[in-house]
């Protein structure tokens, strides 16, 4: 089966993307315009070498938290923190 080839982007692409990136995932700016996810984000890597891009408004919410609170089961503090603290990579180096 032959991969779905994108379109080269445009300056109206460029222009697209730097005003709806905050508001709108990667994937659906790609659909939108036609072109790929991979062109989407070389064009915000260039943007960001050049001006501040804005961050984005919306997160993507804890799947594991919304469903427990959907179950009406506690969620305790220190599992929130434990999601969002991020340990390091990979494993240790043995002296």
Same mark, same amino acid.
């Given at each position: 089966?032959?991969?779905?080839?994108?379109?080269?982007?445009?300056?109206?692409?460029?222009?697209?993307?730097?005003?709806?990136?905050?508001?709108?995932? !990667?994937?659906?700016?790609?659909? @939108?315009?036609?072109?790929? *996810?991979?062109?989407?984000?070389?064009?915000?890597?260039?943007? %960001? =070498?050049?001006?501040?891009?804005?961050?984005?408004?919306?997160?993507?919410?804890?799947?594991?938290?919304?469903?427990?609170? !959907?179950?009406?089961?506690?969620? @305790?503090?220190?599992?929130? *923190?434990?999601?969002?603290?991020?340990?390091?990579?990979?494993? %240790? =180096?043995?002296?």
């Amino acid at each position: 089966m032959a991969r779905k080839r994108s379109r080269p982007y445009t300056t109206e692409d460029v222009e697209f993307v730097h005003q709806h990136y905050a508001e709108m995932t !990667a994937s659906e700016i790609a659909e @939108k315009l036609g072109i790929s *996810k991979f062109q989407v984000s070389k064009i915000v890597s260039e943007l %960001r =070498k050049h001006i501040d891009l804005p961050k984005k408004t919306a997160k993507r919410p804890n799947p594991i938290i919304e469903y427990l609170k !959907a179950k009406g089961l506690p969620v @305790k503090d220190e599992e929130v *923190k434990m999601v969002k603290k991020s340990v390091g990579r990979g494993r %240790r =180096k043995k002296s």
